[in-house]
């Protein structure tokens, strides 16, 4: 699937990588890792089995396409972090990095190694001193992007973390209308609100804080983020409590997904913050089983993005997504099948909206790497327009 049309649709996951240690070559070295813990942690189809929970049935070719993913494309969105992954450092220090990895991405992409979404996690605007840091790195790195690059291209995103009011997009709407205003197209720069603060779930008056967000955004969010951690201590949940799975983030993410419902707006699901304690089998698979079980959590609950913070989670991510993809294949493109023929499938009848649903899943199939177009269009009879375009979305 060509860049330009990977456009179209959203990631399955972004990459956190602290902004001191992006480099030109940090999309190779974390496949590469990726792929070397499969050949010694997990070489064969009963290994995906017990590392990942795939089942039996489908792990040969989970192992596969699997290790073409890691092969071709490991990354989807790379986010240069400088806000928690990163800490606190001297303006000049902050200045510094903010160069650095603006040009170690334009490399990438004059290398051919960029990935279809990349961008940066800035502060937060907590107080003055934050938000004037904020925006000078935005600024700095996105100088730096275009005098390296010769412009931005598709698919740059800007994290905004622990937001807390609408003020707080309102301000930073303004701050990216002012950036633009100098070098860029109006409306170019867009972003994604992370939430991590039990108001950025719930105003105090009781109503979701999502629509309030999107009206403040000016047209420019793109998505929202659940901060599990962040979340999860903010309601004074213990140390051990704080997990994507826990009930108190399925309340999140169910509120931010009815809110969000038919507003193009998707959602991107936490992280995990287990990763292998050394290089030994029984560790890596172990942390594996954590984040491949946390993975199939967010996809049985509708939200098929999240975001990861170490290379193992690259094999571990597109493992659980493709288990958990394929063992439904042979009946949703039988079932496609027969709709387009006018029949009707033993046992079945189907109903738009089912069929809606069934397109979708094809659809996350092919653009997760699960199965290649060409041949999920031979396998459904669709046409590409057909498979590819999701005309149920509202934007």
């Given at each position: 699937?060509?860049?330009?049309r990977?456009?179209?649709?959203?990631?399955?996951q972004?990459l956190y990588?602290?902004?001191?240690?992006?480099?030109?070559?940090?999309?190779?070295?974390s496949?590469?890792?990726?792929?070397?813990?499969?050949?010694?942690?997990?070489?064969?189809?009963?290994?995906?089995?017990?590392?990942?929970g795939?089942?039996?049935e489908?792990?040969e070719?989970?192992?596969?396409?699997?290790?073409a993913?890691?092969?071709?494309?490991?990354?989807?969105?790379?986010?240069?972090?400088?806000?928690?992954?990163?800490?606190?450092?001297?303006?000049d220090?902050?200045?510094?990095?903010?160069?650095?990895?603006?040009?170690?991405?334009?490399?990438?992409?004059?290398?051919?190694?960029?990935?279809?979404?990349f961008?940066?996690?800035v502060?937060?605007?907590?107080?003055q001193?934050?938000?004037?840091?904020?925006?000078?790195?935005?600024?700095?790195?996105?100088?730096?992007?275009?005098?390296?690059?010769?412009?931005l291209w598709?698919?740059f995103?800007?994290?905004?973390?622990?937001?807390?009011?609408?003020?707080?997009?309102q301000?930073?709407?303004?701050?990216?209308?002012?950036l633009?205003?100098?070098?860029?197209r109006?409306?170019?720069?867009?972003?994604?609100?992370?939430?991590?603060?039990?108001?950025?779930?719930?105003?105090?008056d009781?109503?979701a804080?999502?629509?309030?967000f999107?009206?403040?955004?000016?047209?420019?969010?793109t998505a929202?983020?659940?901060?599990?951690?962040?979340?999860?201590?903010?309601?004074?949940?213990?140390?051990?409590?704080?997990?994507?799975?826990?009930?108190?983030?399925?309340?999140?993410?169910?509120?931010l997904?009815?809110?969000?419902?038919?507003?193009?707006?998707?959602?991107s699901?936490?992280s995990?913050?287990?990763?292998?304690?050394?290089?030994?089998?029984e560790?890596?698979?172990?942390?594996?089983?954590?984040?491949?079980?946390?993975?199939r959590?967010?996809?049985?609950?509708?939200?098929?993005?999240?975001?990861?913070?170490?290379?193992?989670?690259?094999?571990?991510r597109?493992?659980?997504?493709y288990?958990?993809?394929?063992?439904h294949?042979d009946?949703?493109?039988?079932?496609?099948?027969?709709?387009r023929?006018?029949?009707?499938?033993?046992?079945?009848?189907?109903?738009?909206?089912?069929?809606?649903?069934?397109?979708?899943?094809?659809?996350?199939?092919?653009t997760?790497?699960?199965?290649?177009?060409a041949?999920?269009?031979?396998?459904?009879?669709?046409?590409?327009?057909?498979?590819?375009?999701?005309?149920?979305?509202?934007?």
């Amino acid at each position: 699937m060509t860049l330009e049309r990977l456009h179209a649709f959203p990631p399955h996951q972004t990459l956190y990588v602290p902004a001191d240690r992006v480099t030109s070559s940090t999309i190779a070295e974390s496949g590469a890792e990726a792929l070397r813990l499969i050949e010694a942690h997990a070489a064969d189809a009963d290994g995906f089995v017990d590392a990942f929970g795939v089942p039996a049935e489908v792990a040969e070719r989970t192992r596969k396409r699997t290790v073409a993913k890691l092969e071709r494309g490991p990354v989807e969105d790379l986010r240069v972090d400088f806000e928690d992954g990163y800490g606190v450092t001297p303006d000049d220090e902050e200045d510094r990095h903010a160069d650095m990895a603006a040009r170690a991405i334009a490399d990438m992409r004059a290398i051919g190694m960029a990935p279809p979404w990349f961008g940066l996690r800035v502060k937060s605007f907590d107080d003055q001193t934050l938000e004037a840091r904020s925006v000078r790195t935005l600024e700095r790195f996105v100088s730096t992007m275009i005098e390296a690059a010769g412009g931005l291209w598709d698919g740059f995103l800007i994290t905004f973390p622990k937001v807390t009011t609408p003020a707080q997009v309102q301000r930073f709407a303004a701050a990216l209308g002012d950036l633009e205003s100098t070098r860029l197209r109006r409306g170019s720069l867009r972003f994604e609100v992370q939430v991590e603060t039990p108001r950025a779930v719930l105003g105090a008056d009781g109503v979701a804080a999502a629509g309030r967000f999107l009206e403040a955004g000016d047209g420019r969010i793109t998505a929202m983020h659940l901060g599990v951690f962040d979340y999860t201590a903010a309601l004074g949940l213990m140390p051990w409590e704080q997990r994507l799975d826990h009930p108190a983030n399925d309340f999140a993410r169910e509120t931010l997904q009815v809110a969000l419902a038919g507003t193009g707006v998707r959602i991107s699901d936490g992280s995990t913050n287990v990763v292998p304690a050394s290089d030994r089998t029984e560790d890596v698979r172990a942390a594996w089983r954590v984040h491949a079980a946390h993975v199939r959590h967010s996809l049985t609950r509708g939200f098929y993005q999240g975001w990861d913070l170490h290379p193992s989670h690259l094999a571990s991510r597109y493992a659980a997504i493709y288990g958990w993809l394929l063992p439904h294949l042979d009946e949703a493109t039988e079932r496609v099948r027969a709709w387009r023929e006018g029949a009707t499938p033993d046992g079945v009848l189907d109903e738009p909206a089912t069929i809606a649903s069934l397109l979708r899943y094809l659809r996350l199939v092919v653009t997760s790497g699960a199965v290649e177009e060409a041949e999920m269009l031979r396998a459904t009879g669709l046409e590409r327009d057909q498979l590819l375009v999701d005309r149920t979305r509202t934007r």
